[in-house]
């Protein structure tokens, strides 16, 4: 499939299941109290934290080397090996974890909440390897209906919760773990035909990739401790109603700019591992330009919106009870930018396997973080560990420029610029349309890709005309 359609099947994908997780959201604020949703961001922080420490960098190497075993015809030997690895990891820590937290009488939560917690981790770490094996196959239709279903399974268990009343950390756990079960038997279907090789174990291809594991899992630390750390420190100074009121505005801003980043990345990263594989520098430049422009010109009016209207988006979203955190979406969504755009910055390091590098500047990155949130916190509240976070993500992007290969990452400075400048007029002309915040968004959205639209239709109508003209197919 060319990358045109796989952006737009893959971002498809991700817009509804994004949509799906938009319904969830309010749907868990209301369910739960913001002291119960903070046991449940706390819980969620845990296993992010234990995450990468163990699945996460066995999952991303795993994938990092799935195309040198998938020409040797061996891929379905590694993802069994690394789907084993990552399940058996993940629990053993999680366990001990557990253990710890319950014998120095500060247990995570009760019992049935913490297995929950674990289930569930185990379960969307396998799907997550599964999606990324059919993104690596070239398979976006499947992945998108396995996340598609993912979101609607768990929204409607959700507002079923709701309806009986089971209103408990526990409760959004579950949910989760059964509908991620369940949306992952299609994407298994669709993925067993396309691996090659023996169904087994290989310890011998875990041992290949020890090397690299270790050498990125303070990548992932390190982006834990930009990312998350925050929510126990909140939790230390605040309590954890203020977890629950800086998570919900955290995982808004995440689930629309990771989103948008998650749906190019999903078919960039695929066609510029492919291009680097087989020698291209041109073509893993042209996959990579192409998706940060299509980052920006995606992401710019999101951020706008959130700058522009915060107290009601939030308000409609998840009820006045969460109004306060309102007060850090505008920083938190630029944040989120612009770690979207270093993800795009970094990934020449990755190519060249520069694990060490990225380690030291995530690291670096996570320590300022936690250096200024502990008295951003302790002076104002919430809004510091937003601060903090942002001034965390632009320290990763600095220490990124002068080490990446900039010549296959260029930043596109026109299409910042503009995306930007015509989010804002878009936003300008909604202010004027309407006062309720529903059709505002829905304003502001056309007012800015209807020109967008009509640029590109022209523009493929051109280079239509041009290849008649030159006798070369029109595809």
Same mark, same amino acid.
């Given at each position: ?13 991700i ?19 913001t ?11 845990v ?18 080397? /799935? ?25 053993l ?24 917690a ?13 999606g ?8 976006p ?10 979101? %609607? ?13 089971w ?7 579950v ?10 038997v ?17 310890l011998?291809?875990?041992? #290949? ?13 390190g982006?834990?401790g930009?990312?998350?750390a ?19 505005? /955290? ?15 999903y ?5 510029a591992?492919?291009a ?10 042209a996959?990579?330009?192409? #998706?940060?422009?299509?980052?920006f010109?995606?992401s710019?009016?999101?951020v ?11 308000t409609?979203l998840?009820?006045a ?15 989120l ?13 990755e190519?060249e396997?520069?694990? #060490? ?5 995530t ?9 200024? %949130? ?18 965390? /993500? ?52 056309l007012?800015?890709f ?8 022209v ?6 005309g ?10």
């Amino acid at each position: 499939m060319s990358q045109s359609p796989q952006v737009a099947v893959y971002f498809a994908g991700i817009v509804i299941g994004q949509g799906l997780g938009f319904i969830t959201l309010p749907l868990a604020t209301r369910l739960l109290s913001t002291a119960q949703y903070g046991d449940y961001a706390l819980l969620l922080t845990v296993g992010g934290f234990l995450g990468v420490m163990s699945s996460a960098p066995i999952r991303n190497i795993g994938f990092r080397q /799935y195309f040198e075993h998938r020409k040797e015809g061996r891929s379905r030997e590694l993802a069994v090996t690394v789907a084993v690895a990552q399940a058996v990891a993940f629990t053993l820590l999680f366990s001990c974890a557990a253990v710890a937290a319950w014998a120095v009488d500060r247990p995570l939560a009760d019992a049935p909440t913490v297995l929950a917690a674990l289930l569930f981790g185990v379960v969307t770490d396998l799907f997550g390897f599964a999606g990324m094996l059919l993104r690596a196959e070239d398979r976006p239709v499947p992945y998108a209906a396995g996340d598609v279903m993912f979101g %609607t399974l768990r929204c409607a268990g959700l507002a079923l919760a709701l309806q009986v009343g089971w209103a408990s950390t526990a409760a959004v756990f579950v949910v989760g773990t059964v509908a991620c079960s369940v949306a992952a038997v299609p994407v298994l279907v669709a993925l067993r035909p396309r691996v090659a090789g023996h169904m087994r174990f290989r310890l011998n291809i875990l041992h #290949g990739l020890r090397p690299f594991i270790v050498a990125s899992m303070p990548i992932g630390l390190g982006g834990w401790g930009i990312a998350v750390a925050d929510r126990f420190i909140i939790g230390g100074f605040l309590g954890r109603s203020a977890v629950g009121l800086y998570s919900a505005s /955290y995982q808004l801003g995440e689930r629309v700019m990771t989103g948008i980043g998650t749906a190019v990345q999903y078919s960039a990263w695929p066609a510029a591992l492919h291009a680097w594989s087989d020698g291209s520098r041109e073509r893993t430049r042209a996959a990579l330009v192409r #998706g940060q422009t299509t980052f920006f010109w995606l992401s710019s009016p999101a951020v706008v919106a959130f700058a522009a209207w915060p107290r009601s988006i939030v308000t409609f979203l998840f009820g006045a009870q969460y109004v306060e955190a309102a007060d850090v979406l505008p920083t938190v969504a630029i944040a989120l930018w612009v770690v979207q755009y270093t993800g795009f910055v970094c990934r020449p390091l990755e190519l060249e396997r520069r694990y #060490g590098a990225m380690s030291w500047v995530t690291v670096v990155a996570a320590a300022i973080n936690v250096a200024l %949130t502990v008295p951003l916190v302790a002076e104002f509240g919430v809004i510091g560990a937003a601060v903090a976070t942002l001034a965390a /993500y632009g320290v990763v992007l600095v220490l990124y420029l002068p080490i990446t290969d900039r010549g296959l990452v260029p930043l596109p400075w026109a299409s910042v610029l503009g995306s930007l400048v015509l989010a804002a007029a878009s936003a300008t002309f909604a202010d004027v349309v309407d006062s309720r915040i529903a059709v505002r968004c829905s304003a502001m959205a056309l007012a800015y890709f209807c020109p967008i639209a009509v640029v590109l239709h022209v523009r493929r109508g051109r280079r239509v005309g041009e290849r008649a003209r030159s006798g070369a197919p029109s595809g």
